[in-house]
């Protein structure tokens, strides 16, 4: 009888050691858990700006001009022959046939052009010529289209419309991106420091970081071979 008594204290006394060791453990677990949370969650998110100006390393110029004629071979000579002294004119200022390319005509016959008031046609045909210069040769373009006037001696009106605007372009953003951003980031981490320094903490670990995208612009009205780049970065930083 003795020894059945002994057995059952035996193991109410084990049975109740488990489980005190049962609860002091969730209890460390639970602690520990959320005093890891409380850190994770305080946190601070900055922005940081990186910005360059950088010189254009393509132009793209439309040289364009008009030609009419009442007889469309007339119109296609012309045409061909006009081509031929601006392909000159372009060679001459130190182009060659890889800067340009001459694309077809468009041609327009007003003769069966419902909205034209015929008694005020003055060619029944009007075509519109183009030669599209697409080169990183950006001080040779600029000289030509300033010259441009002097194919005016040779019968040739280069159209300045706005659709023959010469326009520039900045083609190398990949290489110059990593230090951009690397900036960025680092001027991120100086905002967070300073913020952490003003709340009596220190900056952690990244605990999310998003690039925003690049924007490339003209420096200035004017200016469009130089090009404004800009990037911001929004980090978030742990606080400790």
């Not at 969730?26 to 940081?48: D, H, K, P, W």
């Not at 071979?73 to 601006?86: A, M």
């Not at 069966?112 to 045909?125: A, E």
Request: with cysteine.
């Amino acid at each position: 009888m003795l020894a059945v008594f002994m057995n059952l204290l035996y193991n109410e006394t084990v049975e109740k050691f488990i489980i005190c060791i049962t609860v002091l453990a969730s209890a460390f677990i639970l602690s520990f858990g959320m005093s890891g949370i409380g850190r994770e969650t305080r946190s601070v998110t900055v922005r940081g700006l990186s910005e360059r100006e950088v010189d254009a390393d393509l132009v793209v110029w439309p040289l364009s001009f008009t030609v009419g004629s009442d007889d469309l071979n007339l119109l296609r000579k012309e045409i061909i022959s006009k081509n031929d002294v601006c392909v000159e004119f372009l060679k001459e200022h130190g182009l060659d046939d890889s800067d340009f390319m001459v694309q077809a005509p468009q041609i327009q016959d007003n003769s069966v052009n419902p909205y034209i008031d015929r008694d005020r046609i003055s060619y029944k045909y009007i075509a519109q010529s183009k030669i599209l210069i697409r080169s990183n040769k950006i001080n040779e373009v600029k000289a030509a289209q300033n010259d441009s006037l002097n194919l005016a001696e040779k019968g040739i009106a280069v159209r300045q419309e706005y659709d023959s605007k010469m326009q520039f372009e900045f083609t190398k953003l990949n290489d110059i991106k990593p230090e951009m951003i690397a900036e960025a980031t680092k001027n991120a981490r100086l905002a967070a420091e300073q913020f952490a320094h003003d709340s009596e903490s220190r900056v952690g670990k990244i605990k999310k970081a998003t690039q925003g995208l690049f924007s490339i612009e003209d420096a200035a009205i004017g200016l469009e071979e130089k090009k404004h780049i800009r990037v911001v970065t929004s980090v978030e930083y742990l606080l400790k």
